[in-house]
């Protein structure tokens, strides 16, 4: 197997943006960057997305991009995708695929996490089709070339009527299609033959939309719905008279699902990034490290969703400072008897700027209402934690599970 080179452009922009967020297209197997002509130009059309950069990248064969001919996999098409990336400045992004983009994206999303910022899937899927029917469509393609697909294509990819209302639009795509190299779309073909990555979608914790097309018997609307529900954070719309190439049927309801995307996911990032700034200065950067390291699949959600509403939302509220967030806290723990949890907290108030005789008093005033026996609990693990060495680093528990 081997990483393909690939080739991208930017879309033009109105103004020089090089401080701005970076969107990146991928197309569809058989097509062109061209796809995305009239979603580009819609986005360019609308204040908040008009100086996004936008760099789109064709397919191994296609467009601009050299032929292959070694085998790759998806994991080495997003790799490819990477190496664009790296060239144009690097960074995090955002990236939207259709069909075989979708996989790409998807690919990119599970496996390069810390690069990718929201997720969008047209017509695609973390598994699409089946083994037999890529490996005979790559044979096809070996044997009488990408122009023997042209009308199978033309029924898989638009919705009925779409080819005699769009007028070119429709048939530029075919003609697209003709002049792909012919073993390029095999090994593309062969690539979405071994990609499997339904195993994965849970763990993608970024914002994501996934659009399906009404008419698409290949990515249907119930696959995708199917696919919405197992990521963490994700939207479904079914767009009404289009089919796989929903991308290309109904640019201006696609550019708008971008659009709206693209803000919610920045107004998302704001709130996690606030919840790290507030978690991190409550517990310490060596706890938090200690929990994110240990983070797997099936705790990734609970350390999204307490760094995303404990920290970015509710600690982040001005009502009450920190010092008395603590002292909330504190009595809460002792009231449920969470020893874990009131250690670390017990470190936190501390850090927030109490006093040891405060934390004891806390315990003591919390007796009243809680018990005596839950209090008792508590000043044993809160002489334990002064009794630390160096309690504002965490102490030898710095790794419990839950992290609240």
């Given at each position: 197997?081997?990483?393909?080179?690939?080739?991208?452009?930017?879309?033009?922009?109105?103004?020089?943006?090089?401080?701005?967020?970076?969107?990146?297209?991928?197309?569809?197997?058989?097509?062109?960057?061209?796809?995305?002509?009239?979603?580009?130009?819609?986005?360019?059309?609308?204040?908040?997305?008009?100086?996004?950069?936008?760099?789109?990248?064709?397919?191994?064969?296609?467009?601009?991009?050299?032929?292959?001919?070694?085998?790759?996999?998806?994991?080495?098409?997003?790799?490819?995708?990477?190496?664009?990336?790296?060239?144009?400045?690097?960074?995090?992004?955002?990236?939207?695929?259709?069909?075989?983009?979708?996989a790409v994206a998807l690919e990119l999303a599970a496996g390069h996490p810390d690069r990718v910022l929201s997720l969008v899937m047209c017509c695609s899927g973390a598994r699409i089709g089946t083994v037999d029917g890529w490996e005979q469509r790559a044979a096809?393609?070996?044997?009488?070339?990408?122009?023997?697909?042209?009308?199978a294509s033309a029924g898989r990819w638009f919705a009925p009527g779409f080819l005699e209302r769009s007028g070119r639009p429709g048939s530029r795509s075919l003609d697209a299609l003709m002049d792909v190299d012919d073993e390029s779309y095999a090994r593309c073909?062969?690539?979405?033959?071994?990609?499997?990555?339904?195993?994965?979608?849970?763990?993608?914790?970024?914002?994501?939309?996934?659009?399906?097309?009404?008419?698409?018997?290949?990515?249907?609307?119930?696959?995708?719905?199917?696919?919405?529900?197992?990521?963490?954070?994700?939207?479904?719309?079914?767009?009404?008279?289009?089919?796989?190439?929903?991308?290309?049927?109904?640019?201006?309801?696609?550019?708008?699902?971008?659009?709206?995307?693209?803000?919610?996911?920045?107004?998302?990032?704001?709130?996690?990034?606030?919840?790290?700034?507030?978690?991190?200065?409550?517990?310490?950067?060596?706890?938090?490290?200690?929990?994110?390291?240990?983070?797997?699949?099936e705790t990734a959600a609970f350390q999204d969703f307490a760094t995303r509403y404990a920290w970015g939302e509710v600690w982040s509220r001005p009502g009450l400072s920190r010092r008395e967030r603590s002292i909330a806290t504190l009595a809460s723990l002792v009231?449920?008897?969470?020893?874990?949890?009131?250690?670390?907290?017990?470190?936190?108030?501390?850090?927030?700027?109490?006093?040891?005789?405060?934390?004891?008093?806390?315990?003591?005033?919390?007796?009243?209402?809680?018990?005596?026996?839950?209090?008792?609990?508590?000043?044993?693990?809160?002489?334990?934690?002064?009794?630390?060495?160096?309690?504002?680093?965490?102490?030898?528990?710095?790794?419990?599970?839950?992290?609240?």
């Amino acid at each position: 197997m081997s990483v393909p080179r690939l080739r991208g452009s930017f879309a033009p922009a109105t103004a020089p943006a090089a401080h701005q967020d970076l969107l990146v297209l991928l197309p569809s197997l058989g097509t062109t960057t061209e796809l995305w002509d009239g979603v580009v130009t819609h986005l360019r059309g609308e204040p908040s997305t008009a100086a996004l950069r936008i760099l789109r990248i064709d397919l191994p064969g296609h467009g601009t991009s050299p032929a292959a001919r070694e085998p790759f996999t998806i994991a080495e098409l997003a790799a490819a995708v990477l190496d664009i990336i790296e060239e144009v400045g690097g960074g995090a992004f955002h990236v939207a695929g259709a069909s075989l983009g979708g996989a790409v994206a998807l690919e990119l999303a599970a496996g390069h996490p810390d690069r990718v910022l929201s997720l969008v899937m047209c017509c695609s899927g973390a598994r699409i089709g089946t083994v037999d029917g890529w490996e005979q469509r790559a044979a096809t393609v070996r044997a009488s070339g990408t122009a023997s697909l042209v009308a199978a294509s033309a029924g898989r990819w638009f919705a009925p009527g779409f080819l005699e209302r769009s007028g070119r639009p429709g048939s530029r795509s075919l003609d697209a299609l003709m002049d792909v190299d012919d073993e390029s779309y095999a090994r593309c073909a062969d690539a979405l033959a071994g990609f499997d990555r339904t195993g994965s979608v849970a763990g993608v914790q970024i914002p994501t939309l996934l659009v399906s097309g009404e008419h698409d018997e290949v990515t249907t609307p119930a696959s995708m719905q199917r696919l919405a529900e197992d990521f963490p954070r994700a939207t479904h719309a079914t767009l009404t008279s289009t089919s796989h190439l929903a991308v290309l049927e109904a640019p201006t309801t696609v550019a708008a699902l971008l659009r709206d995307h693209l803000a919610g996911s920045r107004a998302d990032d704001d709130v996690h990034a606030r919840g790290m700034a507030v978690r991190r200065a409550v517990l310490g950067d060596a706890h938090v490290d200690a929990a994110l390291a240990a983070t797997t699949p099936e705790t990734a959600a609970f350390q999204d969703f307490a760094t995303r509403y404990a920290w970015g939302e509710v600690w982040s509220r001005p009502g009450l400072s920190r010092r008395e967030r603590s002292i909330a806290t504190l009595a809460s723990l002792v009231t449920g008897g969470h020893e874990a949890e009131l250690r670390m907290h017990v470190r936190a108030a501390l850090r927030n700027g109490l006093e040891p005789d405060e934390i004891a008093e806390v315990v003591l005033h919390t007796a009243l209402y809680a018990g005596l026996p839950s209090a008792n609990t508590a000043m044993t693990v809160v002489r334990d934690v002064f009794a630390d060495s160096d309690p504002l680093k965490g102490g030898p528990d710095g790794q419990d599970r839950r992290d609240g």
